[in-house]
């Protein structure tokens, strides 16, 4: 039996309405040169049916009768992997279908990069288009520094090479993908590319729908645990950069200004990240909480521009004065 070019890993947990399709966007690839192992993580719908009505000599089936969760499967679909590059996608997303050509031509051009990403676009339920995802494009220099504040990668939409890559750690689940970009980040190059070559859907039996706090609390974990590189510990402000509140005050604005730049001085000591890039990500980071902070008028203009980290161009001041100036003018 050859070595296949590419393992596809995809665990599915009772996914009825949607890994039929997952499944067939996979085996629709430009590129087909790939073994598609999915893990049955003991299923009680319809999943293992639907499955078994494909008949594709490059898929293999593995059914963990007890719940291993979505860290547990894809490990298990690891151990199996053969291919030089692994390719994931979970079984309620969709793979445009150049995804693997695009990303193969990517990772071979970069052989530095040890894994690759790429924008997404959200679908609902029934796979219609409801806006971009997530994922926003980055330079490869700055999502080592940006995953400090958020995951920025799709795991549905990353390539890797597999020789580099650590296992799950089910202890971060849901956020297990978060922990293995925020490790890998550490010590290696990410890249994404600039195109949606996935879908990711959202929908109400979502792990982040279904189980908030137990997201909120892995992903306090991992973001803490990269702090701590900084020898910095994390603070209530820091969550709240994080993931910035819908109705913010002066306060949180000013406590946010400062944590940032303890953060900046934090790096200059320890030098983690190149002092240009860290800056740099911390100035975008400062500029979209101004941004966010709207309904706070005016004062926002002068708490921005007094900032070390304001980093003002003429596009930040028309943007920032098109966001600010109805709240202005009504003054």
Not at 95 to 118: H, M, W, Y
């Amino acid at each position: 039996m050859s070595t296949p070019l590419i393992s596809v890993v995809m665990p599915v947990h009772n996914a009825a309405p949607f890994v039929g399709e997952a499944i067939r966007s996979v085996l629709a690839q430009t590129v087909s040169d790939f073994e598609f192992i999915l893990v049955d993580d003991a299923s009680s719908d319809d999943s293992p049916r639907i499955i078994a009505e494909f008949h594709d000599s490059r898929l293999l089936c593995r059914r963990s009768e007890v719940p291993l969760n979505a860290a547990g499967a894809r490990n298990l679909a690891l151990g199996d992997a053969r291919g030089e590059f692994l390719a994931f996608l979970d079984a309620d997303d969709l793979a445009r279908p150049d995804r693997f050509e695009i990303q193969l031509k990517a990772l071979r051009s970069q052989p530095e990069t040890v894994a690759v990403g790429s924008l997404v676009e959200s679908i609902d339920e029934g796979g219609h288009v409801c806006g971009r995802g997530f994922v926003k494009e980055l330079p490869p220099e700055e999502i080592a520094p940006m995953l400090l504040f958020e995951n920025c990668l799709a795991l549905s939409s990353v390539m890797a090479r597999r020789a580099a890559l650590p296992p799950f750690r089910p202890e971060f689940a849901p956020a297990e993908d978060y922990d293995v970009w925020a490790r890998l980040a550490a010590g290696s190059n990410l890249s994404i590319i600039p195109l949606p070559l996935t879908s990711y859907r959202t929908h109400a039996a979502g792990v982040s729908a279904r189980e908030p706090e137990r997201m909120r609390t892995a992903v306090a974990a991992i973001q803490a645990a990269q702090l701590a590189r900084l020898a910095v510990e994390p603070s209530p402000i820091y969550a709240q950069i994080a993931a910035w509140p819908l109705h913010p005050t002066m306060d949180q604005l000013v406590a946010a200004e400062r944590w940032l730049c303890h953060l900046g001085e934090a790096n200059d000591r320890a030098a983690i990240y190149p002092s240009a890039v860290f800056q740099r990500v911390l100035a975008k980071r400062w500029f979209s909480i101004c941004l966010d902070c709207w309904p706070l008028g005016w004062p926002v203009w002068h708490v921005f521009y007094r900032s070390r980290l304001a980093a003002p161009t003429a596009l930040k001041s028309f943007q920032l004065f098109r966001r600010l100036g109805p709240r202005i003018f009504r003054r």
